[in-house]
């Protein structure tokens, strides 16, 4: 073909701030339970559960499942970043705003991640492709 495409998807339960959405929804199923186990109603109990359910649901849709990058010689560049419900978001590069394309290295005190970045005319920063899943 004409273009060729490269995706990164995300291993493992979708997470928001480090915390598991497995157990966010599971804490929030159980705290009903609680009632019955008290035998009566805790009114707290129940808002409490409704809002953990409410954040782990939109946290889920909010999570990035997959990252990709199409190249299209002799026009451009497109990102696409898919979210685990229904959304995408797209970004076009044109081939004439692009000046560089590097492969740079990040290190902190416990690890190095090696990344794809683009330097874009017209950016004050660099363009990471699949920033979201690094």
């Known amino acids: 073909p004409a273009w060729r495409e490269f995706t990164v998807r995300a291993d ?28 009566y109603v805790n ?21 990035v499942e997959s990252e990709s990058l199409v190249l299209l010689p002799g026009v451009g560049i497109q990102l696409t970043s898919k979210q685990r419900g229904w959304w995408r978001q797209y970004r076009f590069l044109e081939l004439s ?11 902190s005190s416990v690890d190095v991640q090696t990344y794809l970045a683009l330097i874009v005319e017209g950016e004050q920063n660099l363009t990471v492709a699949f920033q979201n899943l690094l």
């Open 97 to 107: 705003r692009i000046q560089a394309v590097i492969i740079n290295e990040a290190v």
């Open 43 to 63: 009114l707290t109990l129940l808002v409490l559960s409704a809002l953990l359910a409410l954040v782990s649901i939109y946290a889920w849709g909010a999570s």
């Open 12 to 39: 493992g339960p979708p997470t928001v701030a480090g915390i598991d959405l497995t157990w966010l929804g599971a804490a929030a199923s159980g705290l009903p339970l609680v009632n019955v186990a008290l035998g």
